[in-house]
């Protein structure tokens, strides 16, 4: 069971160290994607980054934020499954801009 997803950083600069862990029981699927936002239209565009781990509970998944993503991402986007009960939660983090001074995070469950 899926209890909380914790970051080490809730808005990262592009070329930071990224962990992510999920708390919880269990072991779990746990999936990055990048969204971009610039050209239009916002989609999803893979990097070397995104990927998919099995990753059990407690352990750190580490992700070095995507240079390229500077001016163009809307941000992060982690898919965590739950490989016993397929309980999905699904986050998004944004990426550290030039003159943006707040993170956000959108989740829904």
Do not use: H, W
Not at 10 to 15: K, N, Q, V
Not at 28 to 35: D, G, I, Q, T
Not at 84 to 93: A, L, N
Not at 95 to 103: L, S, T
Request: include cysteine; proline fraction near 7%; charged fraction near 30%.
């Amino acid at each position: 069971m899926i209890e909380k997803i914790e970051y080490s950083d809730l808005e990262p600069s592009p070329g930071d160290l990224l962990r992510v862990t999920v708390i919880g029981s269990g072991r779990f699927e746990l999936s990055v994607s990048c969204f971009i936002d610039n050209p239009p239209p916002p989609r999803f565009a893979p990097c070397d980054e995104c990927r998919t781990k099995s990753v059990r509970a407690g352990e750190a998944f580490e992700m070095i934020v995507p240079s390229d993503l500077e001016g163009r991402s809307q941000g992060l986007q982690f898919d965590v499954r739950d490989l016993e009960t397929s309980q999905t939660i699904t986050q998004r983090i944004q990426i550290k801009q030039q003159g943006n001074e707040r993170g956000r995070m959108m989740a829904s469950a």
